[in-house]
């Protein structure tokens, strides 16, 4: 079956097939393994002079076939290991049982995602793993190359990764992913491949609730009319969306002629005009409340209100979604808040056990954000 390969897996590939034959690599594998006990993916690499995922292949193979089982990291025989005195001279204290490596690649290291690498570098250190960690941009070429480099250089033993899927290349790049020969778990993504729709591992926020939650908070105020201000590259925003939408037919809430703005990031050259028009609908409909995603958005819209003498909360009350910097703002926002280290902690987690336990059911894990409450909403 073909499965599209990085230039690093293909150069790889090409070195193996220079080498030894599949058959007689996995037959010094196996002596390996019977000489020694066991072996981690990396040392096995180390051994035998290919890439860890030729092993993790190999090892995939043999574990089917009931020659080896998989072990956390590596392998070992399905038969005991010859005894001491046959076996080559001893491996340092420890070095067999090295700790595992995962790799980690986050679409940005300054927004959102230094609280997850938190959660996961907490729970990595209480189990004595090495975490390896790359940030990407936001590009599939980008993420790939990342996590390429770390399957083929590093030899991590799974991956903890929030891709862009929603593209064509998106889509490609989680295929590429089901074939990567290691265990990954997605962060802050959902994702289903094959013919059959099969999930992939994953832990999530549940952004719906939480959006949902801003609109019922706003409404205990009295508000009938929540507004929404999402960005168009955000892959939070048909989350937030559709969580509004649910919590609006729920409380039966105006939503004809109330502002549902799709915009440009405060980035854009557009965002000026864009935020101008919003408040000009807010006011043309009686719109006195506002849900924003994210942050530098909403504060962003705030400084345009006081430019504009529009009172928050008197005038607009306004409820941002991610709560990073929501409480420098003036007033301070209040925020839906993501678990994001929750989040961490819950994939490394995800991640352990699937490489205990390569065989187990695909889990798919929603952790709960909460509301935070300040005084732009009050």
């Not at 073909?2 to 996995?26: F, K, N």
Request: charged share 25%; proline share 7%; net charge negative.
């Amino acid at each position: 079956m073909a499965t599209d390969a990085s230039p690093a897996e293909d150069q790889a590939a090409a070195a193996d097939a220079a080498g030894r034959l599949p058959d007689e690599r996995r037959n010094r594998l196996v002596d390996l393994l019977r000489r020694r006990g066991i072996m981690r993916v990396h040392d096995l690499a180390t051994e035998l002079a290919v890439s860890a995922i030729t092993i993790r292949r190999d090892i995939t193979l043999l574990a089917e076939e009931g020659v080896i089982r998989r072990v956390r990291g590596g392998a070992t025989l399905t038969e005991p290991p010859e005894p001491a005195s046959a076996r080559e001279p001893a491996e340092p204290p420890g070095q067999a049982a090295a700790s595992l490596t995962v790799g980690m690649v986050v679409p940005s290291l300054d927004y959102y995602y230094p609280d997850v690498i938190r959660g996961v570098r907490e729970a990595a250190a209480a189990a004595g793993v090495r975490v390896v960690l790359r940030g990407a941009t936001y590009q599939v070429a980008d993420e790939r190359r990342q996590l390429a480099s770390l399957i083929d250089s590093v030899g991590v033993d799974g991956l903890l990764v929030a891709p862009t899927t929603e593209s064509d290349e998106g889509e490609e790049l989680v295929r590429w992913l089901q074939t990567a020969g290691v265990p990954v778990v997605l962060i802050e993504r959902a994702a289903a491949v094959g013919p059959y729709r099969e999930a992939m591992e994953s832990v999530v926020s549940d952004h719906a609730l939480g959006a949902a939650m801003a609109v019922r908070h706003l409404a205990t105020f009295g508000h009938r009319r929540v507004g929404l201000i999402t960005t168009i590259t955000s892959p939070t925003t048909p989350h937030v969306r559709a969580g509004w939408r649910l919590a609006c037919e729920e409380l039966g809430l105006e939503t004809d002629g109330t502002p549902q703005a799709r915009t440009v990031d405060r980035r854009d050259p557009g965002w000026a005009r864009a935020l101008d028009d919003v408040l000009d609908a807010c006011l043309a409909s009686g719109t006195r409340a506002l849900l924003v995603h994210s942050d530098p958005e909403a504060i962003s819209l705030v400084e345009r209100c006081q430019d504009r003498g529009i009172r928050v909360p008197g005038d607009l009350a306004v409820v941002t979604y991610d709560d990073e910097v929501a409480e420098l703002c003036d007033p301070p926002l209040t925020a839906i808040r993501p678990p994001k280290t929750d989040i961490g902690r819950a994939a490394f987690a995800l991640l352990l056990e699937r490489l205990h336990d390569p065989g187990r059911p695909a889990h798919r894990v929603v952790v709960g954000p909460q509301l935070i409450v300040r005084h732009s909403s009050s």
